[in-house]
């Protein structure tokens, strides 16, 4: 069995741009992560050994890598050891759904086979049809479902998970 590290939607993305640099550095952190969130957010990554701070910056350890499912760059003419075994248990987890939540009840909408319209959304979340939209394209871009938009009879446009 494979130990699994936790992370929220905001460290795994630090983590996978981190992972993309060549130098390993979670610098510059999105716009969006303000004051006690960007504390919280390395606060976390440290706790987890997933960073550490070198020289006034925070980089990505090898299981920072491990997280996102990459490989920790190797120097040229340097020979790579192979990992310790706790390394090579861990196994990145994706953001998931908590069960429960609207937005587990907007998943359950969007799964079934004739999909959901708008305004059935709207009833399922309470949101506004603002927020289903924009829960949709998150569904798209955090989590990577397949959204299908179509048309039904009556010209409603309806969401499918396909």
Request: aromatic share 2%.
């Given at each position: 069995m494979?130990?699994?590290?936790?992370?929220?939607?905001?460290?795994?993305?630090?983590?996978k741009?981190?992972?993309?640099r060549?130098?390993?550095?979670?610098?510059?952190?999105?716009?969006?992560?303000?004051?006690?969130?960007?504390?919280?957010?390395?606060?976390?990554?440290l706790?987890?050994?997933?960073?550490?701070?070198?020289?006034?910056?925070?980089?990505?350890?090898?299981?920072?890598?491990?997280?996102?499912g990459?490989?920790?760059?190797?120097a040229?003419?340097?020979?790579?050891?192979?990992?310790?075994?706790?390394?090579?248990k861990?196994?990145?987890?994706?953001?998931?759904?908590?069960?429960?939540?609207?937005?587990?009840?907007?998943?359950?909408?969007l799964?079934?086979?004739q999909?959901?319209?708008?305004?059935?959304?709207?009833?399922?979340?309470?949101?506004?049809p603002?927020?289903?939209?924009?829960?949709i394209?998150?569904l798209?871009?955090?989590?990577?479902?397949?959204?299908?938009?179509?048309?039904?009879?009556?010209?409603e446009?309806?969401?499918?998970?396909?």
């Open positions: 494979t130990e699994r590290i936790k992370l929220t939607a905001t460290q795994f993305a630090v983590l741009a981190a992972a993309g060549p130098d390993g550095n979670i610098q510059p952190l999105p716009a969006t992560l303000r004051g006690g969130a960007r504390a919280k957010v390395i606060e976390g990554l706790a987890r050994g997933l960073i550490v701070e070198a020289e006034g910056c925070h980089l990505l350890t090898d299981a920072g890598y491990v997280a996102v990459k490989r920790c760059p190797v040229k003419g340097v020979q790579k050891l192979d990992a310790p075994d706790a390394l090579t861990c196994e990145a987890t994706a953001p998931t759904i908590r069960p429960g939540t609207k937005l587990a009840a907007l998943v359950v909408a799964r079934r086979p999909g959901a319209t708008n305004l059935q959304l709207m009833l399922a979340t309470g949101w506004q603002h927020s289903v939209r924009g829960a394209s998150a798209r871009r955090r989590l990577g479902l397949n959204v299908a938009l179509t048309r039904n009879a009556a010209g446009r309806v969401y499918r998970i396909g």
